[in-house]
């Protein structure tokens, strides 16, 4: 059988979003990653809630759920236990996954069924005109805060570092390089990955992360951590972070040799780079993964224990075959 291509999963339907918008790069980055793992249209399902992002399953040859507002993870999770031979994504925003959907997803992460989230982190609520979402920054103005928002903005990586997430990681929409990949270890985990993807809503909350994102300053605001590599980043790679013993946080410096590496395993350390925000560098990469044991695994080992028959009832069977056929022979 034919290695499917990029093609294979693009569907013939219009891509409507709004021009420019950051959904498109991540659109392809998805089916470059489907084509590239060796998925097939027949054996995966896309599900959704509601937001620009959940449109995501009319745009990819597979199967889909467009479901009701926050609760694709639990569509997702009746999905994977029915059918644990499908490959499973489920496709969020901020404000779908983060507010209504928060306590889905949260049950989700905890249980650590085998299937993937990407959440697309705009910080608005672009499909219902601009209000601000859960991660909207405090001061932000909009249609519902125009005096500026007092809430402190929800983290998403935080959130799931915290719910028990056993793959968290952060990556940026246009970043046809490094997305991809991202994304296929993000399948390749065992258990519930999940993905933050910085995105730009071109309409209502437009650069927003351009501090991070520009290329003019991209080397001093991003540091692209990788498993067992020192945590660098600048010009020439030049700087890094280390430990303050005293405050427990990270810091910038120069001494090369205060570096620390980055170890994915340590969830203390994935809490720490998963805070760094401007003017620190924001971490893009896997922030966090661990192995540890799915609830679908167990779930599915559990039924097949119910359905084969123990060593007492087996035994039971054969005593009571036994007195049957002592009562037939007494009663001949």
């Known amino acids: 059988m034919n290695k499917p291509d990029y093609k294979t999963f693009a569907t013939d339907r219009e891509v409507r979003w709004c021009p420019g918008c950051g959904d498109y790069s991540i659109l392809k980055s998805v089916l ?191 540091i692209r951590i990788e498993h067992g590599k020192p945590l660098l980043f600048g010009a020439e790679l030049k700087k890094g972070l280390r430990l303050n013993p005293q405050t427990l946080a990270l810091e910038v410096t120069d001494n090369l040799e205060d570096v620390l590496v980055h170890d994915e395993t340590n969830a203390t350390l994935a809490a720490l780079l998963a805070r760094l925000s401007p003017p620190m560098p924001m971490a893009f990469g896997i922030i966090h993964r661990r192995r540890e044991a799915t609830f679908d695994g167990a779930f599915h080992a559990r039924q097949k224990a119910r359905e084969a028959p123990s060593l007492d009832s087996l035994a039971r069977r054969a005593i009571i075959h036994d007195h049957r056929q002592a009562s037939d022979g007494e009663s001949t």
């Open 32 to 222: 470059q990653t489907l084509a590239e793992t060796g998925s097939t249209p027949e054996n995966t399902v896309f599900v959704s809630g509601i937001g620009c992002a959940s449109r995501m399953p009319y745009y990819v040859e597979t199967y889909g759920f467009h479901t009701i507002h926050g609760r694709a993870p639990a569509v997702a999770t009746g999905v994977k236990l029915a059918n644990p031979a499908l490959e499973v994504w489920v496709v969020t925003g901020d404000g779908d996954g983060m507010s209504i959907g928060g306590n889905h997803l949260l049950h989700l992460l905890r249980r650590n069924i085998d299937l993937n989230v990407l959440l697309l982190n705009n910080e608005t609520y672009g499909l219902t005109k601009g209000q601000v979402s859960p991660t909207s920054r405090t001061g932000t103005r909009s249609p519902s805060t125009p005096d500026g928002s007092l809430a402190n903005p929800a983290a998403p990586c935080i959130f799931a570092l915290g719910s028990g997430a056993t793959f968290v990681a952060r990556g940026i929409d246009v970043d046809q390089k490094g997305l991809p990949s991202l994304l296929q270890e993000a399948k390749a985990h065992s258990g519930t990955s999940f993905v933050e993807i910085l995105q730009n809503c071109i309409v209502y909350n437009k650069d927003v992360f351009a501090p991070v994102t520009d290329k003019r300053s991209a080397q001093e605001q991003q």
